[in-house]
Nanobody, 125 residues
Framework: QVELVESGGGSVQAGGSLRLSCVVS????????MSWFRQTPGTERELLGS???????TYADSVKGRFTISKDSVKNTLDLLMNSLKPDDTAMYSC???????????????????WGQGTQVTVSS
């Protein structure tokens, strides 16, 4: 059984930093992508950034330059370092895993298969 557990959320003042971690257990696939999302009540979930099986990262414009994604393949953890936090960053943050599938175009991540429960981040002004 695959399980994703986030930690590291909390309250911080604007301009501060937080590091979120996502521990993945029970995953037997070797090629997968990992991502961080966030969501506030009444809004759609926002993809913040991803890291693929080759270690390539992508970020949403809203967090580019402030947030950094990293992973430890040995420990099966995914981190999100958040700097220069703003009140607008207040949200529930979740990690997710997408298993890479090869449909003839090489391995790619098409959909997210596993999700964590989330950790709350609150940024005060």
């Amino acid at each position: 059984q695959v399980e994703l557990v986030e930690s590291g959320g909390g309250s911080v003042q604007a301009g501060g930093s937080l590091r979120l971690s996502c521990v993945v257990s029970g995953l037997t696939y070797t090629s997968y992508c990992m991502s961080w999302f966030r969501q506030t009540p009444g809004t759609e979930r926002e993809l913040l950034g991803s890291i693929d099986y080759d270690g390539n990262t992508t970020y949403a414009d809203s967090v580019k330059g402030r947030f950094t994604i990293s992973k430890d393949s040995v420990k099966n953890t995914l981190d999100l370092l958040m700097n220069s936090l703003k009140p607008d960053d207040t949200a529930m943050y979740s990690c997710a895993v997408a298993i890479a599938r090869d449909y003839g175009l090489g391995p790619r991540c098409y959909e997210y298969n596993y999700w964590g429960q989330g950790t709350q981040v609150t940024v005060s002004s």
